[in-house]
């Protein structure tokens, strides 16, 4: 029976335990103490603040609370930190509560919104809440990952609720809480009912803890060998844990039998880029890499190889600690200290239990390890000490390393206090911006009533309310003067249109102006502001296309990587540039701080963006970022692995996909269709093909959320992305963007660049080599002087295609100085190599006059 049978709509506290228990223990999952007693408190209406190790159980107790608030009839939500765990959860109860019942909303779509069950990001419910008070359709939630309240950045998402939906029942879930006492009593207070504290409860899966002074790689041998893997070594660092991958390939992980079920699993996988070609050699040697920077689908297949008992080392950051779902035995830290965005300094408490508590499977260890590795010139000391061994003249003839330069200090000292340490107490992280006020003004009734308490009745110090309150009036005063509030007084109400409901009271009315749009401040705040600008935009223009994408472009947020590769290459060109003018060092230094990366438009978009704020100050709260990601990529008509590799991003290339796909959906939800004109459908379109050939799952995801199946046997190779030749439109896209490549190259009369770019086609021939092209170009410079690289040359006119079942016959005409048109590069388009590769296959035929 499915759960909902096993708890039919009840409001007796007895029977939806004994119905969830049925189905638990039918399932195969006996309740721990923990669980049991979450359990309890859920049915009987209690809100539950559940602080249990990892591994304990609390996503069962999560669906017992989904379950009980189903069949009361009520409306749950569940949240989570990031989109992955959202979607993972979605998936999770489709399979345990019926498609009909589940739905997800997040910035970037919705399912199946009207659910009485909904899996959001805390951002969501917090809008929610802000703009439906306690009238929220909430009757319970259940947050995931709580200890993100303390986040300085994300911190009142999870606040919000807490202090607005009085009506809800709460169960609020983390590992790593620390003292949640006056939290408990402060929500019964709010929500009127008793909230009960399940803490302290021993681990099912016990930890065993060590320090470890010998190299890395004979510590893990150690693990290998009596037999405590998987082994997770957590770095902090992404390049430190591909380093490390490669530089335990060297060991024996597996044996042949092993190796050949691994190819057997990936033998379809498509290894498309240089980092994945790195980790098909890794993950066949039994070692999988895992961080924020791959490709969804090679974080993927290192999951569930891992979760199929087929990797012994997984080396990555320490994402692991935002339950990521990946079996592991024994978690081997190589550092206690990390970079947080500003300086480098020990990791907390909560950090490193969070990090510590993924190591122990739930059903498959009796123990789980965790091992803290010395620091390097520790190793070699105690490498010193030992080869020294007891004899006192060897030992004092030892020269003892020092930590380097810079080094933050930790030792086995700091791993002990770590360890002993509780999780630090959860600090109020409240914020107020102009978005959250809109919504609180918005949700109408008494607003100033409503403001104080957000502002006075929140879990700040009186000190930083008071902070919140003068913020609250600042930005009051700016949406009163931009005309999006009025303020209706009784006495001059004779000058106003009476208000509905204000009756004879003296407390005046504050109402918004303008109506807001149902997503307000979720979904691409900034897109009506991009509205604006590419009104100002001429779709005449040969720009056009790149110009709206430069528009869109500046409402993202900054891939910062990317950006920090492209000003290191632009301040590199720039010095060469300035060496061969003659300029001093002292002056080239000072011009080279003015170089940064592309940002195409930015002062028109900056001077736009003023005036759009002065009428719509909330606008504020986001930062306009101009830059140029698409744009750039699409103008050096390059393929996604060629801009990874010109950029040196080859350990980000999943942060260059994930912006890369949020533009495509960005220009997609955005850009009205009247203001889409045939260039621009034709970049979309390549964009959109260029996400789906690298990684398929970032643009299907919308299909497959909307027709979920989760196979627990389906095979870890993906379903392959359609065949590029599919997308008509976006094919013909990708063979300009090869011809107009030559062009280029052609322009820069670099006929060895032009020789390398040729591919071979499917019967081996490559196109023409360097001395070919050598003496075409200088045919063609004997008649013009220089060959345009403009809108106007790259335009869709200046290819001529002729069309067969196998082969394109295409032309790409230059535009010569002269506007004679009389040159052009001739060239075939073999379809089916296009097909397998994923990309337009081009063999050049020749340079020549029409």
């Not at 049978?5 to 004994?18: E, F, H």
């Not at 405590?228 to 770095?235: E, K, L």
């Not at 239990?353 to 499977?361: D, P």
Request: include cysteine.
């Amino acid at each position: 029976m499915t759960l909902l049978q096993r708890m039919p709509a009840t409001d007796d506290p007895d029977t939806a335990y004994a119905g969830f228990v049925a189905w638990s223990t039918e399932r195969g999952f006996s309740l721990y103490p923990a669980q049991d007693e979450a359990v309890l408190e859920i049915v009987t209406g209690s809100n539950v603040i559940l602080a249990t190790p990892t591994g304990s159980g609390k996503s069962l107790v999560a669906v017992a609370a989904h379950a009980t608030a189903l069949a009361q009839g009520g409306r749950t939500f569940y949240t989570a930190p990031i989109k992955a765990l959202v979607s993972e959860k979605f998936f999770s109860l489709v399979d345990i509560f019926g498609a009909e019942n589940v739905g997800m909303v997040t910035g970037d779509s919705s399912v199946n919104p009207d659910a009485p069950l909904i899996c959001c990001t805390a951002e969501i419910l917090a809008n929610l809440a802000l703009r439906r008070g306690a009238d929220a359709p909430a009757d319970q939630v259940v947050m995931d990952e709580f200890h993100f309240y303390a986040d300085p950045e994300r911190g009142w998402a999870w606040q919000v609720p807490l202090l607005t939906l009085s009506r809800a029942q709460f169960v609020l879930m983390s590992a790593t809480l620390g003292d949640v006492t006056a939290l408990a009593d402060d929500l019964s207070r709010r929500t009127g009912r008793p909230t009960a504290r399940v803490t302290g409860v021993e681990r099912p899966v016990p930890l065993h803890h060590s320090y470890a002074t010998t190299p890395v790689h004979e510590t893990v041998e150690e693990l290998l060998s009596t037999n405590q893997y998987p082994v997770y070594i957590v770095h902090f660092s992404q390049a430190e844990a591909l380093e490390r991958a490669q530089a335990l390939s060297s060991i024996r992980m597996i044996d042949r039998e092993q190796r050949d079920r691994i190819a057997d699993e990936i033998g379809g996988f498509r290894f498309t880029t240089a980092f994945g070609r790195s980790l098909s050699r890794l993950v066949r040697s039994g070692i999988g890499v895992h961080h924020a920077g791959m490709l969804p689908k090679y974080r993927r297949l290192v999951e569930q190889l891992a979760q199929r008992g087929l990797l012994r080392v997984i080396c990555g950051t320490d994402t692991l600690g935002v339950g990521i779902n990946v079996p592991i035995r024994t978690v081997l830290l190589t550092a206690l200290t990390k970079f947080d965005g500003t300086r480098m300094r020990q990791l907390t408490a909560r950090e490193f239990h969070q990090i510590a508590g993924r190591a122990g499977r739930a059903g498959f260890d009796t123990a789980g390890t965790v091992i803290v590795q010395a620091p390097e010139h520790e190793v070699e000391n105690a490498r010193a000490i030992a080869k020294a061994g007891d004899d006192p003249k060897k030992r004092r003839k030892i020269i003892r390393k020092k930590a380097p330069e810079g080094f933050v200090s930790w030792g086995e000292p700091s791993f002990e206090r770590l360890l002993a340490a509780e999780p630090e107490p959860l600090t109020s992280s409240m914020q107020l911006t102009a978005a959250m006020l809109i919504n609180v003004i918005a949700r109408g009734g008494d607003v100033v009533g409503n403001v104080r308490s957000l502002v006075f009745d929140n879990h700040e110090p009186r000190a930083r309310q008071f902070e919140l309150a003068r913020r609250a009036l600042g930005i009051g005063r700016t949406l009163l003067a931009a005309g999006v509030v009025e303020v209706i007084r009784p006495s001059n109400a004779s000058v106003r249109e009476p208000v509905e409901g204000t009756g004879a009271s003296e407390e005046p009315v504050i109402r918004l102006t303008v109506d807001l749009q149902p997503n307000f401040a979720l979904n691409q705040p900034l897109s009506p502001f991009a509205l604006a600008a590419l009104e100002l935009l001429d779709p005449a223009a040969p720009s056009y296309a790149l110009d709206a994408i430069s528009v869109l472009e500046a409402t993202l947020d900054d891939p910062r990587q990317v950006l920090a590769q492209q000003q290191f290459r632009a301040r590199g060109e720039a010095v060469a540039a300035m060496k061969a003018e003659g300029i001093e060092y002292d002056q080239r230094m000072e011009l080279l701080e003015e170089v940064t990366y592309p940002r195409p438009l930015a002062e028109l978009l900056e001077q736009q963006f003023e005036v759009f704020a002065s009428s719509q100050p909330w606008i504020r709260d986001f930062e306009l970022r101009p830059k140029s990601v698409v744009r750039d990529m699409f103008e050096r008509a390059m393929t996604f692995g060629e801009f990874v590799g010109f950029y040196s991003l080859g350990r980000s290339e999943g942060l260059v996909l994930r912006y890369l796909s949020d533009a495509y959906r960005a220009v997609r939800q955005t850009v009205p269709e009247e203001a889409k004109t045939e260039d621009l459908l034709d970049l979309i379109e390549w964009l959109g093909e260029l996400v789906r050939q690298v990684d398929s799952s970032l643009v299907d995801e919308w299909t497959q959320l909307v027709n979920p199946a989760a196979d627990p046997d389906a095979p870890v190779v993906p379903p392959a992305p359609p065949s590029v030749l599919t997308n008509r439109r976006a094919f013909l896209v990708l063979v300009r963007n090869e011809l107009f490549r030559r062009v280029q190259l052609a322009a820069l009369d670099d006929a060895e660049q032009l020789a390398q770019l040729d591919q071979p086609s499917m019967d081996g021939e490559h196109g023409l080599d360097a001395d070919a092209w050598g003496r075409a170009l200088d045919d063609y410079y004997a008649e013009h002087d220089s060959i345009g690289t403009g809108p106007d040359a790259r335009s869709s006119r200046m290819l001529l295609i002729e069309e067969d079942a196998e082969v394109w016959r295409v032309r790409q005409i230059l535009d010569d100085p002269a506007g004679h048109h009389d040159w052009g590069i001739t060239a075939e388009v073999d379809l089916a190599a296009s097909e397998e590769q994923g990309v337009a296959v081009v063999r050049i035929t020749g340079l020549s006059r029409l």
